[in-house]
C-alpha cells in the first residue's frame, strides 16, 4: 500500500470557523473520511498567519491555531496522531492512523523575535514558511515586487540559523528569489517547498526555476507540486492577471476585516474564490497537470526530491478532476500511466518526506 504524505493544507483555519473536519463536508477539501479515501497517511496541517495582522497577534494566532492542531488530533485519536519523527508516522500507520505533522505558514508569526520562534517549536510546530505573499522586515517575498539585492537581513540568517538548531524545516514556497538563494546557502539541513510548482512550465514568481530546484534538490530537500491551477497552468495564470486583479486586494481586505471573526473571514474568502473561479471558467486545467510538473521535476533532480502540496483548503479553485483529498489514488494512477515504477511512486507520495523528517 502506497501512503501519501500531502505537505500543505490549510484545513485548520476551516476548522478554526468551525467546519466539522470529521464529517464528509464538501465544503472541505480535507476531511477524516476523504484523507482515508485518498491513502493520506500523513497530512501537514498548516496554521495560516496573515501579514495583515499585527505583530503582536500574529504571534498568538499561530500558537492558537497550533494548539487546535493539537486538540482536534486528540479529539480523534482514533483516526490521527501528532507525528515529530519518521518513527512517529510509522508507529501511527500502524495502528491504522494519519499522522499529522503541525506547521505554521509565514514567518510573521514570530513577530522578529526569535524567542518567539522558540515558543512556536515547543508549541510543536516542526515546520514554518519564512514568508507568505507578503515582503517582511526580515525576508523577501515572491508575492510583492523586489528591486534590492538582499533575501535575508541579518535577522534573518538568524531564523534560518535557530531554525536549523530547534530542528524545524525551513520551507521555502512563497519566498522571493533572492531569499531562497540566501536560505540555500545558509542551510545546515535540508530545506522544502512545500507547495510550489515548476517555473519552466507555469513561468510565475510564485514556481521555482530549474535553478532554484537544483539548489533544495543539493541542501537534501524536496519540492511539494501545488494543485492551484493558476501555478500549474500559464493559460489559467493570464487568464487570472486578466480579469481578476481586483480580487487579490479584496482578498487582503477580507483578512483585515475579519482578523477576529474566523467564520466571517472564510465565507468572505469563499465568497471571492468563487467568484475568481467564475472569472477564469473559460481556461480547462487538469490532473494531468499535475503530472506534467511532478514528471518535469522528477526528470530534473530525480524522484528523491518530489513530492505532494496540495494547498487543499487554501486555494480558490482546484483542476478538473481533483475535489479533495480522496484524489490521490487518480493521481497516482496518472503516474503510472506515464511509466513511473511503484518504487518511484513509493518516493515520492511519502518516503522523500519521511527522510527529511529523519534529516531535520
Given at each position: 500500500?502506497i ?24 465544503a ?8 482515508q ?8 496541517l ?14 498568538t ?10 486538540d ?30 503541525p ?11 526569535l ?8 508549541a ?14 526580515w ?22 540559523a535557530?531554525?536549523n ?21 545558509l542551510t ?8 510550489s510548482?515548476a517555473?519552466a ?11 532554484q ?16 491551477p493558476?501555478f500549474?497552468?500559464?493559460?489559467y495564470w ?8 481586483d480580487?487579490?486586494?479584496?482578498f ?20 471571492l474564490?468563487?467568484?475568481m ?17 511532478v ?28 475535489d479533495?483529498?480522496?484524489c ?7 503516474l503510472?500511466?506515464?511509466?513511473f ?12 518526506f519521511?527522510r527529511?523528517l529523519?534529516?531535520?
Amino acid at each position: 500500500m502506497i501512503h501519501v504524505a500531502d505537505l500543505h493544507c490549510d484545513t485548520i483555519i476551516k476548522i478554526q470557523a468551525g467546519f466539522d473536519a470529521a464529517a464528509d463536508d464538501p465544503a472541505l477539501h480535507v476531511s477524516l473520511p476523504s484523507l482515508q479515501r485518498g491513502g493520506v497517511g500523513l497530512q501537514v496541517l498548516a496554521c495560516f498567519v496573515s501579514s495583515v495582522l499585527p505583530a503582536e497577534k500574529a504571534v498568538t494566532e499561530a500558537r492558537t491555531l497550533l494548539e487546535l492542531t493539537g486538540d482536534f488530533c486528540r479529539r480523534h485519536s482514533e483516526r490521527l496522531q501528532l507525528v515529530e519523527t519518521a518513527d512517529d508516522v510509522a508507529r501511527a500507520w500502524s495502528a491504522g492512523r494519519t499522522a499529522v505533522l503541525p506547521a505554521v505558514e509565514n514567518g510573521h508569526a514570530i513577530g522578529g523575535k526569535l524567542a518567539n520562534l522558540e515558543q512556536l517549536r515547543r508549541a510543536g510546530a516542526r515546520s514554518m514558511t519564512l514568508t507568505h505573499s507578503a515582503h517582511l522586515p526580515w525576508a523577501a517575498s515572491s508575492g510583492e515586487a523586489y528591486e534590492g539585492a538582499t533575501g535575508l537581513t541579518r535577522f534573518g540568517e538568524q531564523v534560518v540559523a535557530a531554525m536549523n538548531d530547534l530542528g524545524m524545516i525551513i520551507d521555502l514556497s512563497h519566498v522571493h528569489e533572492t531569499t531562497f538563494r540566501d536560505a540555500v546557502r545558509l542551510t545546515s539541513a535540508p530545506v522544502i517547498a512545500s507547495h510550489s510548482c515548476a517555473s519552466a512550465i507555469c513561468p510565475i514568481p510564485r514556481n521555482l526555476t530549474d535553478e532554484q530546484l537544483r539548489a533544495l534538490a543539493d541542501t537534501g530537500g524536496m519540492v511539494g507540486v501545488n494543485f492551484f491551477p493558476g501555478f500549474l497552468d500559464p493559460a489559467y495564470w493570464a487568464r487570472i492577471l486578466e480579469t481578476c486583479g481586483d480580487l487579490f486586494h479584496a482578498f487582503d481586505d477580507v483578512e483585515r476585516e475579519m482578523m477576529d471573526d474566523p467564520a466571517g473571514r472564510i465565507e468572505g474568502l469563499a465568497a471571492l474564490g468563487r467568484e475568481m473561479e467564475r472569472r477564469t471558467a473559460g481556461v480547462a486545467v487538469g490532473l494531468e497537470r499535475v503530472a506534467d510538473h511532478v514528471a518535469h521535476l522528477v526528470s530534473l533532480v530525480g524522484d528523491e526530491h518530489v513530492g505532494f502540496g496540495s494547498d487543499f483548503d487554501g486555494v480558490p479553485t482546484l483542476p478538473a478532476g481533483i475535489d479533495g483529498s480522496g484524489c490521490f489514488p487518480a493521481l497516482l494512477d496518472a503516474l503510472r500511466r506515464r511509466g513511473f515504477s511503484e518504487e518511484s511512486l513509493q518516493r515520492i507520495a511519502s518516503g522523500n518526506f519521511l527522510r527529511i523528517l529523519d534529516s531535520v
